[in-house]
């Protein structure tokens, strides 16, 4: 079982074994650049009509001064001092600007102030940049990341780890040890932390020892002696204070003020008691605070877990008993559980209490290098063609005779896919020159993977189109499918005469038409005209439909039309004879004659009540037979009474 260690009274056997682990956690150290050696330069001669920047520049007269100002020479000079650099000679400026592609703008003899900024001032005050920072030994060190634990190894095999947040701030990383063996050192009175947590309206607070005092130390000196009682624990929480206030709507997150701040502010009765519940939190934890101020200010440590609108509660207010600015103040660095007191001694111990692992070098070695593997590379540089920003090419502008060109496209397409088949006649007539003849292939730019206005016709489903097309353009059937288009978009077609088109051939137009009306007119072209074009083996076209075909079709439907509405008669007799047979007659009982006394008063027509009284629970077609039977009766016995009349 691995060794519980407070940080603050470590071993000083184990104290004196360590050395930190700077492979990881420690850049190495580079050795500084060999300095170079100083510009070159010249003392400047102080008189009236001479240049302070420039070095060695001295003029006849005024005019020559102030030509000396708008050369790139004079300009070069401020720019680089402002920088931090050395104004340079005439002659090494001539040298650098001579190592330019570009010559000077010529704004030495310019008066014009937009010259000022000019090419070969810019390019070299960029060179000087780049070479500066090429040069400096922070972009040369390959930087790791730094962890959050500081990691201390003891020979043989003992590692021993702290947080990081507990060094004073701006510790380097080669002070760690140092620090670590102050940390050692006994504090009169014991160290002191303080601990804040606050999220969702809970509240949860502390100020707690994590060091021994001067007089609990020479206890456990003296008992070492004679029989040790039991030790007393080193960490003791001196103050504690936890709270809750109704801030947050439940499920929902986030506080009232930050929806208020973000949707407005909500009229609802939760919303005020959430606001309310926001001002009493604040005032309950700055209460405290102010009665713990003392204690605060004895504590080397101050931790606070809180969002960034829930800190100025501790820090942004006036009378603030911590300052926002206190090199005490840290965060926990590691994920905390709702604020409880219960959150709180875990952090506490997870703080104090060091990570100790038993690792051999072979496995530290491993571990190290698994860490480095897992780290994302660094992006090479830059080549200096990748910095320059390739300009986009520019989209092609269309000249009036192809903006005009494509305009009678789209209506021919319009018109055939609509089947305006008289306004297509009337525009053939006047640009079938212009587009390129009937069989044209559709231009690119439409986005259309059909290839013949045949196609765009047979798949739209217009039969008279389609027709004009063959017969009086003549069309050819035989143009494939673009290789792109392997299916009908998810377009099936109605025709039953449908056929997979033979392996290893491209559809065709015939094999796009959609309906047996569009298909009958190709089969009634190669009947036709059977010479035109390969119409059974290219175009697809399964038979020619003569007009003997056509009309021995419509007389076998005709015949099967007849057919079928003669089996419907049949059917509907067959029917009338069943319901007529199996009619049954149904005696309905009359119930025995009572003698009623003659009413005084009028009678009234249409017999009696007691007429549906026999039919009660009978279905509705053994109903209609009884009313029949009845009415029957009843014509039966009017004929009689006539006929002995």
């Not at 830059?382 to 092609?396: D, M, N, R, T, V």
Request: glycine share 6%; with cysteine; aromatic share 6%.
């Amino acid at each position: 079982m691995a060794h519980r260690y407070n940080v603050f009274s470590l071993p000083s056997q184990l104290v004196d074994t360590l050395t930190p682990r700077n492979n990881i956690n420690q850049v190495s150290q580079v050795p500084p650049p060999e300095p170079s050696p100083p510009p070159q330069t010249v003392t400047p001669t102080l008189n009236a009509k001479s240049c302070n920047i420039c070095l060695g520049a001295a003029f006849a007269g005024v005019d020559e001064q102030r030509t000396h100002f708008r050369t790139d020479w004079h300009r070069y000079n401020v720019k680089i001092r402002l920088t931090g650099g050395s104004p340079v000679t005439e002659s090494a400026f001539a040298q650098l600007v001579g190592g330019l592609d570009d010559s000077l703008s010529g704004s030495a003899s310019s008066d014009d102030e937009s010259s000022d900024e000019s090419d070969a001032v810019t390019t070299l005050l960029g060179r000087v940049n780049r070479a500066s920072l090429s040069d400096s030994p922070e972009n040369t060190i390959s930087r790791v990341p730094l962890t959050a634990v500081t990691w201390f190894h003891s020979p043989p095999s003992t590692q021993i780890g702290l947080y990081r947040v507990l060094y004073p701030l701006g510790t380097p990383s080669s002070a760690y040890l140092s620090e670590l063996k102050k940390m050692q050192s006994i504090v009169e009175g014991g160290r002191r932390w303080a601990m804040f947590m606050v999220a969702g309206g809970h509240f949860a607070g502390a100020v707690v020892r994590v060091g021994r005092t001067t007089e609990e130390q020479e206890e456990v000196i003296q008992t070492k002696r004679r029989k040790p009682p039991k030790p007393k624990p080193e960490t003791e929480v001196l103050k504690h204070k936890t709270f809750h206030r109704y801030t947050t709507r439940r499920k929902q997150g986030g506080s009232q003020s930050i929806n208020d701040n973000a949707k407005g502010a909500a009229t609802s009765a939760g919303a005020m008691l959430r606001r309310y519940g926001e001002q009493a939190l604040r005032d309950d934890i700055r209460n405290l605070l102010r009665d713990w101020a003392e204690d605060i200010h004895e504590c080397e440590r101050i931790f606070i877990r809180a969002s960034v609108s829930n800190r100025r509660i501790f820090l942004d207010y006036e009378g603030c008993v911590v300052n926002k600015g206190d090199g005490r103040l840290r965060t926990f660095p590691f994920p905390t559980r709702r604020p409880t007191q219960a959150e709180l001694a875990r952090c506490l111990q997870e703080l104090v209490q060091v990570k100790v692992s038993y690792l051999s070098e072979e496995e530290l070695r491993a571990q190290d290098e698994a860490y480095l593997a897992s780290l994302p590379k660094p992006r090479p540089p830059l080549s200096q063609p990748a910095l320059e920003i390739s300009e986009k090419p520019k989209p092609h502008r269309l000249t009036k005779e192809e903006e005009l060109h494509r305009e009678k496209w789209s209506r021919l397409l319009d018109m055939i896919s609509k089947g305006r088949l008289e306004p297509l006649k009337r525009f053939w007539e006047r640009e079938s020159d212009n587009i390129g003849g009937v069989d044209a292939p559709i231009p690119e730019w439409t986005g259309d993977r059909r290839m013949s206005l045949l196609q765009i016709a047979a798949q739209s489903g217009h039969e008279a189109v389609v027709q004009w097309l063959l017969f009086d353009l003549h069309a050819d059937p035989m143009t494939p499918v673009s290789l792109t288009w392997t299916k009908d978009d998810g377009i099936e077609s109605d025709a039953s005469d449908v056929g997979a088109p033979p392996t290893g051939s491209r559809r065709t137009a015939y094999d796009l038409a959609r309906s047996r009306a569009v298909r009958d007119v190709f089969r009634r072209c190669a009947a036709d005209h059977p010479d035109w074009w390969d119409w059974f083996g290219v175009a697809h076209v399964p038979s020619a439909l003569s007009k003997e075909k056509e009309e021995e079709r419509d007389d076998k439907k005709k015949q099967r039309r007849k057919g079928l509405k003669e089996k419907l008669r049949e059917r509907e007799a067959r029917e009338r004879e069943r319901e007529r047979t199996s009619e049954v007659v149904v005696p309905v009982e009359e119930p025995p004659k009572v003698k009623k006394a003659t009413p005084s008063g009028p009678q009234k027509l249409g017999g009696s009540s007691g007429s549906t009284d026999g039919i009660a629970g009978l279905t509705p077609e053994m109903r209609a037979k009884v009313e029949r039977e009845r009415r029957a009766r009843a014509a039966e016995a009017r004929l009689k009474s006539l006929g002995g009349l």
